[in-house]
């Protein structure tokens, strides 16, 4: 009975090659976030949606890019992996309620991602 | 800004003792305060969620205590087994912020 499904689980590839990571959810929150985290250090928000809405943080790579086509599904694209990209990406779900962050985030299992 | 410190980084008990995590937090205004474990590789698992209006949570062996006022939580995890090693974060909702505050996190080490 997952709720926050991260597919694949481990994802292999090349130094400049594109790859992108999915996210389904059947909670049907209206918020959905990736982060990035690298061994031993915190999660790293990149970018969440609020709805349709696009929210990037400031520091997020240009070559990060999200796509929702509807509220289930989020997708994470990488237009040029470089080597210090390898990290685990983690995608969350929340209700948003009034406070637009008071509401507990429920997190998938990961994608872990290795560039050659 | 937020920020969000645990100490110690790393912990090793042998098994059947007390576990006592710390997280410390610079912003006292806060929706909730929520505690996670990471085993190696995986995702994040909710252990416990503490609302600002809260002083505790309990869940089996685990507790977690919340002073909002002095910036801390603790997560007390009894009678620790080996199965209880793994990466625990603690993890900040603040107010009028969208983002959760994660610390470094604590890892946990419980020798057989």
């Known amino acids: 009975d997952a709720m926050v499904i991260q597919n694949p689980r481990y994802q292999v590839t090349q130094f400049g090659k594109p790859v992108t990571l999915s996210c389904s959810q059947t909670?049907?929150?209206?918020?959905m976030y990736w982060y990035q985290q690298k061994s031993s250090q915190a999660p790293k928000l990149l970018f969440h949606?609020?709805?349709?809405?696009?929210?990037n943080e400031a520091d997020t790579p240009d070559n990060f890019q999200s796509r929702r086509p509807n509220t289930s599904f989020c997708f994470l694209d990488i237009r040029s992996p470089g080597l210090g990209d390898a990290a685990m990406y983690l995608c969350?779900?929340?209700?948003?309620?009034?406070?637009?962050?008071?509401?507990?985030?429920?997190f998938g299992d990961g994608t872990r991602l290795s560039i050659l | 800004k937020q920020e969000v410190t645990q100490i110690p980084a790393a912990l090793s008990v042998p098994e059947g003792e007390n576990l006592v995590l710390n997280c410390s937090f610079t912003?006292?205004?806060?929706?909730?305060l929520q505690w996670f474990r990471q085993d190696p590789g995986k995702g994040l698992t909710s252990l416990l969620l503490?609302?600002?209006?809260?002083r505790e949570q309990t869940s089996g062996r685990l507790n977690a205590s919340l002073d909002k006022s002095s910036g801390r939580s603790t997560l007390y995890i009894a009678a620790s087994q080996p199965g209880d090693s793994a990466t625990y974060l603690c993890?900040?909702?603040?107010?009028?912020?969208?983002?959760?505050?994660f610390g470094a996190g604590t890892t946990v080490t419980v020798r057989a």
């Open positions: 969350a779900t929340s209700r948003g309620g009034q406070g637009r962050g008071d509401q507990p985030q429920h």
């Open positions: 909670l049907n929150h209206n918020v």
């Open positions: 949606y609020y709805d349709k809405d696009f929210n």
């Open positions: 912003d006292s205004a806060i929706y909730n």
């Open positions: 503490i609302q600002s209006s809260q």
């Open positions: 993890a900040v909702a603040t107010i009028n912020d969208y983002k959760l505050s």
